[in-house]
Nanobody, 115 residues
């Protein structure tokens, strides 16, 4: 049974930091690229960042470049998203996703950014 379980979300003030984790099981984690998406209230889901299988290549949406860092630990079957200099517009549900087919999704973790 495939599972992607996100954690690390929570209320944070503007300018603050959070580190999200996504623990994977049920598939060969090191064989798949992984992505983080987010969905803000009333908006469509958008891609935030993607990392290659070995973690050597990562790409970012323009709106998080220089502030967020995606990483992975294949020994722990976990992908991370380090978020710094958070802004209110970063508020949303952050969801991890397996790249490619079948493209499993996690359930997401809430990140409200507010003072």
């Amino acid at each position: 049974q495939v599972q992607l379980v996100e954690s690390g979300g929570g209320l944070v003030q503007p300018g603050g930091s959070l580190r999200l984790s996504c623990a994977a099981s049920g598939f060969t984690f090191s064989s798949y690229g992984m992505s983080w998406y987010r969905q803000a209230p009333g908006k469509e889901r958008e891609l935030v960042a993607t990392i290659s299988t070995a973690g050597t290549i990562s790409t970012y949406a323009d709106f998080v470049k220089g502030r967020f860092t995606i990483s992975r630990d294949n020994a722990k079957n976990t992908v991370y998203l380090q978020m710094n200099s958070l802004k209110p517009e970063d508020t949303g549900v952050y969801i991890c996703k397996q790249v490619g087919v079948p493209g499993y999704w996690g359930q997401g973790t809430q990140v409200p950014v507010s003072s």
